[in-house]
């Protein structure tokens, strides 16, 4: 018989707590209206879940996560943030928050994050932080789907783009990841992938290296960017015959929405880059680049 997992709540009700607690049917759920409140019930009992207020400052939170994690090393938090920095962002992942959500929350995405926690038999991270600035990210991340799904979540939070570029370049991303780990990793979660945020004026670009003995580009028949002009649908039969997940585009669509995208001579690295507008980046970073 499966145990009743328990969460606890941090914050006043709202609606989007209301949308928090439909999605966790099941659970065993603790309010508390404040994170020191929080913190006395963390120290007295354990929680496989908590969900930080949506009115607090992600450095208050990951505060709070500091706390609790020296008396419950394995707690799994997602933090719900009125606004943030990409220094809030690291010093998260730093800590090994669960997930990182600033306002306007998405309550599909979060739902998703709190489903991720539910499926997770024993917590350990995944994520390792080798070094960490704004402008210069380098982390590397365990080969499996929910790691993953968590680290494009805190990708997300940490890229301060404008919605066009930052769409384009969360979308490149998110393919590139995948496909280092399912064909270079296999997902398997004994196995790594290395990536790299690099944050310029002019530029940003994603480096994702892979476990794998890596592939010529050319030779990847299952992938649509090598269709011929008179067989735009090719990849699908390829796809078929190696019993592959329904997909093929992720390149091709990739390298419509970045600038870049390089791969190594081995084919087991890749790098993106977007351009940026320097003038409009700087009067956006004129007005601050905290979101909330």
């Given at each position: 018989m499966e145990s009743i997992r328990r969460a606890m709540i941090i914050g006043p009700d709202s609606d989007l707590v209301g949308q928090i607690r439909a999605s966790m049917s099941g659970w065993q759920i603790v309010r508390v209206a404040t994170n020191l409140e929080a913190q006395t019930a963390a120290s007295g009992s354990a929680f496989d879940?908590?969900?930080?207020?949506?009115n607090t400052s992600a450095a208050t939170d990951i505060d709070l996560l500091r706390q609790i994690r020296r008396i419950r090393?394995?707690?799994?938090?997602?933090?719900l943030a009125s606004g943030s920095t990409p220094e809030d962002v690291i010093a998260s992942l730093r800590e090994h928050a669960f997930g990182c959500f600033t306002a306007p929350f998405e309550p599909t995405s979060l739902a998703e994050m709190i489903q991720i926690a539910a499926d997770g038999e024993c917590w350990d991270d995944g994520i390792e932080v080798i070094s960490a600035t704004p402008a210069w990210v380098k982390l590397a991340a365990r080969c499996?789907?929910?790691?993953?799904?968590?680290l494009l979540q805190f990708f997300q939070e940490m890229v301060d783009l404008d919605p066009p570029e930052k769409e384009d370049v969360?979308?490149?991303f998110r393919e590139m990841l995948l496909n280092a780990m399912e064909h270079g990793g296999h997902f398997d979660p004994q196995q790594y992938v290395?990536?790299?945020?690099?944050?310029g004026r002019r530029a940003v670009a994603c480096r994702v290296k892979d476990p794998g003995a890596g592939f010529s580009l050319e030779e990847l028949k299952h992938a649509a960017v090598n269709n011929p002009p008179e067989d735009p649908t090719r990849?699908?039969?390829a796809r078929e015959e190696q019993s592959l997940r329904p997909g093929g585009l992720g390149i091709l669509l990739s390298q419509s929405m970045v600038d870049e995208l390089i791969y190594s001579e081995k084919g087991n690295e890749v790098l993106l880059v977007k351009y940026l507008d320097p003038d409009r980046r700087a009067s956006s970073s004129a007005n601050g680049s905290s979101r909330g």
């Open positions: 879940l908590i969900i930080t207020g949506e090393l394995h707690t799994r938090m997602i933090i499996d789907r929910r790691t993953a799904e968590r969360a979308y490149a290395e990536i790299s945020y690099l944050r990849h699908l039969l």
